[in-house]
């Protein structure tokens, strides 16, 4: 970042048009349902590899991949007006689970602490409910 400061915008634009054939799709607002979902597992991908780590050279593009999906999703999916617990909640009882059908977020003993508002979320267990339930990260996310 400290390099990119010490160019001229114009340095800057022209590093850009460089790249950008190869990097454009990365920061395209979805559109279609393909798109949207190769948003998502491309998203899915950057949380793998950026994990909880902020100072990551790519957790901004993780973050701006995530505003673009989110834009999407308030065009195309009904508000959703509650909490992500409220939101797992709901899919539970959608899908007719059990919190053992959702081991891959970690124990029943888990499951029920984070239900419960005793554990948070973090980002393997948002990534985790968004592959379960083919949705956003974003859905998890407050």
Same mark, same amino acid.
């Given at each position: 970042?400290?390099?990119?400061?010490?160019?001229?915008?114009?340095?800057?634009?022209?590093? $850009?048009?460089? $790249?950008?054939?190869?990097?454009?799709?990365?920061?395209? /607002?979805?559109?279609?349902?393909?798109?949207?979902? =190769?948003?998502?597992?491309?998203?899915?991908? /950057? #949380?793998?590899?950026?994990?909880?780590?902020?100072?990551?050279?790519?957790?901004?593009?993780?973050?701006?991949?995530?505003?673009?999906?989110?834009?999407?999703?308030?065009?195309?999916?009904?508000?959703?007006?509650?909490?992500?617990?409220?939101?797992?909640?709901?899919?539970? +009882? +959608?899908?007719?689970?059990?919190?053992?059908?959702?081991?891959?977020?970690?124990?029943?003993?888990?499951?029920?602490?984070?239900?419960?508002?005793?554990?948070?979320?973090?980002?393997?267990? #948002?990534?985790?409910?968004?592959? =379960?339930?083919?949705?956003?990260?974003?859905?998890?996310?407050?």
């Amino acid at each position: 970042m400290e390099a990119i400061k010490k160019m001229g915008n114009s340095t800057i634009i022209e590093k $850009v048009v460089e $790249v950008w054939p190869t990097i454009s799709p990365i920061f395209l /607002l979805p559109h279609t349902e393909d798109e949207y979902n =190769r948003s998502v597992h491309l998203l899915n991908e /950057l #949380i793998d590899e950026v994990g909880n780590d902020e100072t990551h050279p790519i957790a901004a593009i993780m973050e701006t991949l995530g505003a673009l999906i989110y834009a999407y999703d308030s065009i195309h999916l009904p508000e959703m007006k509650s909490n992500p617990i409220d939101t797992i909640k709901y899919l539970i +009882e +959608e899908h007719g689970l059990k919190y053992d059908d959702l081991q891959d977020l970690g124990s029943v003993e888990l499951v029920s602490k984070i239900l419960d508002g005793q554990e948070e979320l973090n980002l393997n267990h #948002i990534k985790a409910l968004s592959k =379960r339930f083919n949705v956003s990260p974003m859905v998890f996310i407050e």
